[in-house]
């Protein structure tokens, strides 16, 4: 028991420093493809820069709005932080002492929960501007979903299995992208959406919702936000290399650092995406997922049925 406890605390303490320093990569990222520099004073070439900016923001002194909802306005930024890491547990290592057989199960329960941290944050904050944020945000989560719940079933259907240690297993000879590659791009649009990074990120449109549900937050509240929006952009870059590039399979040999470097390829995409694409319009947004992604998840979901009925009678 005290040995999962500290091994827990340890993997939480390295996806702390992997979200620090992904901050880091993103702002560099950004700014060369912004034609800039980008944090380079602090320290050598700016790497300590993600402490100094944790350290600003847990010193600030902490916001209290008069007319907030205290008990739940501090409740959400925390309550999200923990469903972010809860999702790691799922990371199907070797070294891993805890095992999920029903792994999919999870990540969905976990998952949508999300949508809870993010109502509460902008409800309980009692802004105008918070509210509509979150309502977006809710809105635009439960409708991607919907799409990513349908997605998860095609490595499901192949293998036979719940458990993400498994669909990895399965992946050593034959990538699940290099036969559903429709399917893995819509996977990957639709973590773009659900983690509500640019061109979808309608929770935060700073044009007419200042900053969007969390525009009352500062300091450690802010920084539990940020630190829960991060943590979710690399597991779900690290569920991406997992269910359709093969897990840590690389090149006709396995290999924790390919592994690595698929996660970080992933991770990256969100960068650019963000530097490369403008706002999408909220309808169309929709649009995308109710009348593109759902009945094109559903009529390769068939296809799929109908082979796996075929190879297995």
């Known amino acids: 028991m005290y040995l999962a406890i500290l091994s827990s605390l ?35 070439m700016g790497l300590p820069q993600p402490l100094a900016d944790a350290a600003k923001l847990l010193t600030k002194e902490t916001t209290k709005p008069e007319v907030a909802n205290y008990i739940l306005y501090f409740m959400a930024p925390v309550f999200s932080f923990i469903l972010a890491l809860l999702l790691w547990q799922l990371y199907p290592s070797f070294y891993s002492l805890s095992y ?14 999300n949508v809870y941290g993010t109502l509460l944050a902008g409800w309980s904050s009692n802004s105008k501007y ?62 773009v959406a659900e983690t509500n990074r640019a061109p979808f990120d309608f929770a935060e449109g700073e044009s007419e919702l200042v900053s969007g549900f969390n ?47 698929k996660v970080l390829f992933f991770a990256f995409l969100f960068i650019w995406i963000r530097g490369s694409y403008p706002r999408f319009r ?21 296809m799929i049925t109908m082979l796996a009925c075929c190879l297995y009678f």
């Open 130 to 191: 918070a509210l509509l944020g979150s309502l977006r945000a809710i809105a635009q989560t439960i409708s991607y979903e919907v799409s990513m719940a349908l997605i998860l079933l095609f490595p499901l259907f192949l293998v036979g299995s719940f458990s993400f240690t498994e669909i990895k297993e399965t992946q050593e000879i034959l990538w699940f992208m290099l036969i559903m590659i429709p399917v893995s791009l819509i996977w990957f649009t639709t973590c």
């Open 282 to 302: 909220y309808d169309l947004l929709m649009g995308l997922t109710w009348k593109g992604f759902l009945p094109g998840s559903l009529s390769f979901l068939m």
């Open 215 to 261: 525009i009352e937050y500062g300091a450690a509240g802010f920084a539990l936000i940020f630190l829960a929006e991060y943590a979710n952009i690399l597991v779900m870059s690290l569920f991406s290399a997992l269910l359709f590039f093969g897990g840590n399979s690389f090149v006709f040999f396995e290999s924790d650092l390919g592994f690595m470097v």
């Open 100 to 113: 999920f057989k029903w792994g999919i199960l999870f990540f969905l329960c976990v998952s949508g929960m």
């Open 10 to 44: 340890f993997s939480y303490i390295c996806i702390l420093l992997a979200v620090a320093f992904f901050t880091l990569l993103e702002r560099k990222g950004l700014s060369y493809i912004q034609i800039r520099k980008g944090p380079n004073k602090v320290g050598l």
